[in-house]
Nanobody
Framework: QVQLVESGGGSVQAGGSLRLSCAAS????????MGWFRQAPGKEREGVAV????????FYAASVKGRFTISQDNAKNTVYLQMNSLKPEDTAVYYC????????????????????WGQGTQVTVSS
């Protein structure tokens, strides 16, 4: 049974930092990619960052590039999202997602490209 469990969310003032963690279990094979998404009230879920598990390539949304960093610890089956210089517009529920289909061609920032999702963790940034 695949499980993704996020942690690390919270409330912080603008300019502050948070690190989100996503602990993955139940995979028998390495996932193709792991992504972080976020969804603010009244908005669609958007891709924030992705890491391709085998090669380590990373991609970011333009709105977070230079401020957020995605990384992985394969020994712990955990993916991280380090968020620096946080802004009020970063306020959202953040979700971890896994794409286990090695042959899928979906765009990394499209939620439909991912098979499994965590429950989400709230990030609130105050001005």
């Amino acid at each position: 049974q695949v499980q993704l469990v996020e942690s690390g969310g919270g409330s912080v003032q603008a300019g502050g930092s948070l690190r989100l963690s996503c602990a993955a279990s139940g995979f028998t094979d390495t996932s193709k990619r792991m992504g972080w998404f976020r969804q603010a009230p009244g908005k669609e879920r958007e891709g924030v960052a992705v890491i391709y598990t085998r090669g380590g390539s990373t991609f970011y949304a333009a709105s977070v590039k230079g401020r957020f960093t995605i990384s992985q610890d394969n020994a712990k089956n955990t993916v991280y999202l380090q968020m620096n210089s946080l802004k009020p517009e970063d306020t959202a529920v953040y979700y971890c997602a896994a794409d286990l289909d090695l042959f899928s061609g979906g765009l990394w920032y499209n939620p439909r490209s991912y098979n499994y999702w965590g429950q989400g963790t709230q990030v609130t940034v105050s001005s």
